[in-house]
Every structure is written in structure tokens, then in C-alpha cells.
């Protein structure tokens, strides 16, 4: 198990890596690991290149914590999904153009690309919208993400989850990628759908593929 300092340092590290990738901008999203019986978040409102481990705030599962910082406004839907889903110990949320485009629609993201599989499914949800840091929210938020690893959310951004960080940072960048894709496909026709037992064996394949594998 890696040490707290360690899980600190990666949660800094990966996000530096949001404005290159796409994902957000400026100090929007948040990330978080599991850890202990709570999770390390981002804190609010700290531009990521100023962020260091120690402003990295830990959260318990009664939401309390003990830090001069305070954590993201979102940190709620972040311990509800670890409360619901024992296999998620990493999440990232952001706002990247795409499947933010996608969620100001309220639009699914539908199986029209094999890749569709990285969401443990064959759609990618949109939430239901409401406003953001509440209690709403984050009850949406985890009922788009049941038997998911992705959602969009409306009016809003998106969340990916993973295994550890490495595997949610992955899993949002191909997400943001499936939604530009969907959004390009929508403006040259109507795009044909997988059927059922298509993504089923593409899920069945992904299972030993890569970042899709790592626990």
C-alpha cells in the first residue's frame, strides 16, 4: 500500500497534468484517492501549479477534516462514490470542452465507438443536473456512475474513476476522446451504434488490456 506522502505527491503530480491533457483549466476539477478510512482531495480554489502534498486536504467518510485549507467544493460526491463503490479508490472530475458540450445538452455519449468499453458499459451517462458542492448533486452523480466507470454531468463537466490514478486519468482522457469523436459524428450523419453483444466483447477483451487491467 503506498504511503499517504506518496498518494499526496501523485495527487499533485496528476494535477499538473490537467490543463496539457485537455481536462480543465485555470483551477477547475479536483482529484482524489482513497486512503485510510476517508481520501486525499484537492483543495479548493489553488491553482495546480501552486498546490503542494501538504495543501492536499484528507477527508473522512463524516466529511470532517482537520486542515488549514479547505477541500474542493465537490469533496461531497467524491465520498459518496467511494461510500457506494468499493472498487473505486481514484477519481478525477473535469471539465474538458467536449464532454462538457455533451453535458450542456444533456446528452449520453451511446456505444458508436468500440472505446465505449472503457465506461464498464455501453453508454456513458449524463446526470441529472443540479447545483454544484450539494447533496443532489452528488446523489445524481452516483446513480449515473452505477455499473459505470464514467458520467457526464449536466450542465457541468464529467467524472472518471479508476483503481488508482493513473487508471482514472487514463479513463477521463479517453472519455474526453469518445466525445469529441461523438460530437464530430453527430455533424456528418447519424452514427451507427454497436450492438449489445459487440460491446460486450470488447468489455470481455478489456479485461486483460492495459490500464483497463491494473488494479
Not at 456513458?124 to 447533496?135: A, L, N
Request: aromatic content about 8%; overall charge negative; proline content about 5%.
Amino acid at each position: 500500500m503506498s504511503s499517504e506522502q506518496t498518494l499526496r505527491e501523485e495527487i499533485v503530480a496528476n494535477g499538473l497534468k490537467l490543463t496539457p491533457s485537455g481536462l480543465s483549466q485555470g483551477t477547475s476539477g479536483n482529484l482524489s484517492i482513497r486512503f485510510q478510512n476517508g481520501f486525499l482531495i484537492t483543495p479548493s480554489g489553488v491553482p495546480y501549479g501552486e498546490v503542494t502534498p501538504d495543501d492536499v486536504v484528507f477527508v473522512d467518510m463524516e466529511g470532517h477534516y482537520d486542515h488549514p485549507r479547505r477541500p474542493s467544493s465537490e469533496w461531497r460526491f467524491h465520498r459518496d462514490i467511494y461510500l457506494a463503490r468499493a472498487d473505486v479508490h481514484a477519481i478525477v472530475h473535469a471539465h474538458p470542452p467536449y464532454s462538457t458540450a455533451l453535458a450542456m445538452c444533456r446528452m449520453d455519449i451511446p456505444a458508436a465507438h468500440y472505446m465505449i468499453a472503457v465506461s464498464g458499459g455501453d453508454s456513458i451517462r449524463c446526470s441529472d443536473y443540479y447545483t454544484y458542492g450539494t447533496q443532489e448533486l452528488s446523489d445524481a452523480v452516483v446513480r449515473a456512475l452505477d455499473a459505470r466507470l464514467a458520467c457526464l454531468m449536466a450542465n457541468h463537466g464529467m467524472i472518471a474513476v479508476g483503481a488508482n490514478m493513473e487508471q482514472a486519468m487514463w479513463r477521463a482522457i479517453e472519455v474526453e476522446t469518445l466525445a469529441r469523436q461523438y460530437t464530430i459524428a453527430l455533424q456528418i450523419g447519424k452514427p451507427v451504434m454497436l450492438r449489445d453483444n459487440e460491446v460486450t466483447q470488447v468489455i470481455e477483451k478489456f479485461s486483460n488490456y492495459g490500464l483497463m487491467s491494473k488494479k
